[in-house]
């Protein structure tokens, strides 16, 4: 467990999109894609730590993409696409948790294609992620974020390491009931924050606003929130763990107790670093308490409806006996 909590805690981005002209790209095909009918697919991802990676192939290259909702955009590693020249420099930069990240770039993609999916013309950001790279020992294309994930339902399911995507309409429904085989047990609504996710709950019967998102590696929680909330978070170590940017900073790990986002949606000790979140509440203009990650998505199947601001909840098989 130590060589897990020693790895990057993952703040992922969030970005600031100012649309250019700018030049094509072929498009980005994952090749384990299977199709389940014509508005559906389904995408196996592997964890790499506690980030979901999907494997993919864009201009000839094949690496992977991580998962991100806390990312507004689909971005692209500047390492792996170097030629900048046919990019349009961004006016403003793109910020990270940790600190901003300098000299981010945009680039038309012509068609993102999802096996039987292709959308088009989508706008990517092009930034340096080679600290993720060396961090986590893999070739990273880029991180699929918002901008891709909000004309879908989306499964993120834990369970069985994959992620299914089913197209929906301008209100959130979903253009084909052919979908889950398992059944939606609960349902929780949230606000959409410009990119982000957010629910209301409690953290020993006090009010917190949480961000729900895939790139976390960990739950954090704010050091500034109720100290009656606090009261029930038990830290065990404290760790020198890296940003965004590449940035190292310390924050205290430990367990994170009586959290509640409903009378049905409850948790058992979650592993939680304290922070300071008051730079991510800028970078993503929205004041939260605390982001909700991998820890989250790894008790609850979970289904996001960006249109209808709704989450559903899957059961875990239970154990056989």
């Not at 014509?38 to 592997?46: E, N």
């Not at 038990?234 to 994170?256: E, M």
Request: glycine share 6%; hydrophobic share 40%.
């Amino acid at each position: 467990m130590s060589k897990i909590w020693g790895i990057v805690l993952f703040f992922l981005l969030s970005v600031c999109i100012t649309y250019a002209n700018t030049t094509a790209n072929p498009p980005i095909i994952f090749p384990k894609a299977e199709v389940l009918n014509q508005y559906t697919t389904r995408i196996p991802f592997k964890l790499v730590d506690h980030l979901m990676v999907l494997e993919a192939e864009l201009q000839g290259k094949k690496g992977n993409f991580i998962i991100d909702t806390g990312s507004e955009a689909l971005i692209l590693n500047s390492v792996h696409f170097d030629n900048l020249y046919e990019f349009q420099k961004k006016s403003t930069n793109a910020s990270g948790v940790s600190e901003i990240l300098d000299h981010s770039y945009e680039r038309r993609i012509d068609e993102f294609n999802l096996s039987s999916f292709k959308l088009q013309n989508k706008i990517s950001d092009v930034i340096n992620l080679s600290h993720i790279e060396k961090s986590k020992k893999i070739k990273l294309l880029g991180i699929i974020g918002y901008s891709i994930l909000k004309d879908y339902e989306v499964f993120i399911d834990l369970h069985l390491n994959q992620i299914t995507l089913t197209k929906v309409d301008t209100e959130g429904n979903k253009l084909t009931d052919k979908v889950y085989l398992e059944k939606i047990v609960d349902s929780l609504n949230f606000n959409l924050k410009k990119h982000t996710i957010v629910v209301n709950g409690t953290i020993n019967n006090q009010k917190v606003r949480l961000g729900i998102d895939t790139g976390a590696e960990f739950n954090q929680i704010n050091k500034s929130i109720n100290k009656k909330a606090l009261r029930y978070f038990i830290p065990k170590k404290r760790l020198k763990l890296n940003g965004a940017s590449g940035k190292t900073i310390r924050v205290l790990a430990g367990k994170l107790h009586r959290v509640k986002l409903s009378d049905d949606v409850y948790f058992g000790p979650m592993y939680t670093v304290l922070t300071n979140l008051n730079h991510m509440n800028e970078a993503f203009g929205v004041q939260l308490d605390g982001i909700l990650g991998y820890e989250f998505f790894a008790r609850k199947r979970t289904i996001i409806n960006y249109k209808k601001e709704k989450l559903y909840f899957i059961d875990y098989p239970l154990p056989k006996e």
